[in-house]
Each structure stands twice: as structure tokens, then as C-alpha cells.
């Protein structure tokens, strides 16, 4: 059978944005279009990508600059990872997957010559023929997870999720699963007041006047981020013995990349699309 190339799975058009274009517009793009990232053209030439990964990882609380300067007012080029690796459309997809576990990366832009035809993400990769053929259980490729209390903050999630490149669990006091936190959580978390401008979190200030020139009530607390704010529940979960390819139906039909595995009633781990795109590569 021919080996499926990168011409087979892209997705095309590409959707572009300038490098003088704010960050708060690329977070609208990728929303609306519902996409995770972004090539950065300078007319007809390649600057860079920006993707959710790379707002995600900017909202660190305790990083000043970025708290105080709203996200409509910083350019794309500030976040866009400058000089993307590209393949052409003959590329194999085994060859792709390589690129994308060797380089930490989820999507690479298919040139023709001098010309961007598409580009290749690690979802097109799920819906190949090479996905299908996977039937071992997830037990086979699952890992540990990452959890968190649900009362974590933003900060701490941060934390975690750079450490282990990965989303986290979010856990009640009683260790069953209250929700997961993925980069897409991070990236288009709609709380402006509390991310970028605004008031800073964690502060009190004092409420505005009533019509009639009364305060109204004093002060008022803006309680910061926390995990339950901005976890995604409930959360999909599959047993052990789920073949991978039946895993990745779920994952298809549902448009997430993991499953929380769990052995009746007990977190058992996690499969990612990583995994099963690591298994591809081999």
C-alpha cells in the first residue's frame, strides 16, 4: 500500500496573519475558525506560527509585564516562534509524526516551492488510515497524569503543565475527577479582567458609587484564577481494555486529543494523541 504524504492529509486553505496584527486578533481567528494555530506571513513570505500553545503559557500571573498590558495592545510577533520547520506535499506522514515527537511541535506548514499549499497538524495525522490499523488496548500506550485541586491557581497550573509539557487532572477533596485543563483552557480562558488589563488578581478594590453617591458596600475582592474556573467538565473518560482505534473514534467524534483512562472507579491515566502519533512514527 502507498504510504500516505502530506499532500493526502493537510488541511487547506491556510489561515494567515500578519506580524503587526495583536495577539487578542489571533485568539479571535483561532476561535472563530476553530484552530490552534496561525502561519505569520509577511506578504508572500514565511515569519513565523503562533498557536494556542503559545498564548496559553503567556498568562502567568505573577509576570507583571504581561498582566499589565492587555493582550489587544501586543503584536503577533512578540509570541510567533519565528523560522517553522516546513515539509513539502511528498512528505510521508511517518516522516511528519517524527518531526512533530523530535521537535516538540503540533503542526507544520506543506510548501510547494515557494508557495504554502497547507499544512499538516497532528489531527489530520489522527484521521489516517495508520491511526485505524492501531487495536491494542490504551493500556498498551496510556501514561500517568498530572492532577491538580480544583482550587489550584492559574499560576500553579502553569507550572505544572510546563514541567510536564501536558494537561492536568483536576481532582476533587475526595480524588474523584472534577474536570481537565488543556492548553485550550489556558489559551482562550475569557476572563480579561482577571488575565490581561484590567484589575490585577488577588487585590481589593474599592466598588464603584451607587447612583445616588452611595458607596456601595466598600471593598471588593477579585478573587484570582483557579483551576475550577477554567477546567473543562465533565471530563470524557474510556477503560483500560478500549482498543486504541476505538479511543480515537471518541477522540474524533468528540474533537479532544486524550482520554482520561479509568479502571472502574479509580484514575488509571491518560492516552494522548502524542502517544498514539509516537507509535505511528516508529
Not at 134 to 145: K, S
Not at 198 to 226: D, F, K, M, S
Request: aromatic share 2%.
Amino acid at each position: 500500500m502507498r504510504e500516505l504524504k502530506a499532500s493526502d492529509v493537510m488541511s487547506a486553505p491556510v489561515h494567515v496573519i500578519s506580524p503587526s496584527e495583536t495577539v487578542a486578533h489571533a485568539r479571535h481567528m483561532m476561535v472563530k475558525h476553530h484552530i490552534s494555530r496561525l502561519l505569520v506571513m509577511e506578504g508572500k513570505e514565511l515569519s513565523g506560527i503562533i498557536t494556542k500553545k503559545d498564548l496559553a503559557y503567556r498568562l502567568r500571573q505573577s509576570e507583571p509585564s504581561w498582566r499589565r498590558r492587555p493582550i489587544d495592545s501586543i503584536p503577533v510577533r512578540v509570541l510567533a516562534v519565528p523560522d517553522p520547520i516546513v515539509v513539502a506535499p511528498e512528505t510521508g506522514i511517518r516522516e511528519i509524526a517524527g518531526i512533530f515527537i523530535e521537535h516538540c511541535i503540533s503542526g507544520v506548514p506543506v510548501f510547494d516551492g515557494d508557495v504554502v499549499t497547507g499544512i499538516v497538524t497532528k489531527s489530520d495525522l489522527m484521521k489516517s488510515a495508520l491511526i485505524r490499523r492501531l487495536t491494542c488496548p490504551v493500556a498498551d500506550m496510556m501514561e500517568d497524569v498530572a492532577t491538580v485541586s480544583r482550587y489550584h491557581s492559574l499560576d500553579h497550573i502553569i507550572d505544572v503543565m510546563s514541567e510536564r509539557n501536558d494537561k492536568v487532572v483536576v481532582t476533587n477533596n475526595d480524588n474523584s475527577i472534577a474536570g481537565i485543563i488543556t492548553e485550550t483552557n489556558l489559551a482562550f480562558f475569557d476572563d480579561e479582567q482577571k488575565i490581561s488589563g484590567g484589575v490585577e488578581r488577588g487585590v481589593a478594590v474599592r466598588r464603584r458609587e451607587q447612583p445616588r453617591g452611595e458607596r456601595g458596600g466598600g471593598i471588593l475582592y477579585l478573587a484570582p484564577v483557579i483551576a475550577e474556573d477554567i477546567m473543562t467538565s465533565p471530563v470524557i473518560t474510556t477503560p483500560p481494555d478500549t482498543p486504541v482505534n476505538h479511543a480515537v473514534v471518541t477522540m474524533n467524534r468528540h474533537q479532544i486529543n486524550s482520554l482520561v483512562v479509568v479502571e472502574i472507579s479509580d484514575l488509571a491515566g491518560i492516552i494522548k494523541r502524542d502517544d498514539i502519533i509516537r507509535e505511528v512514527a516508529k
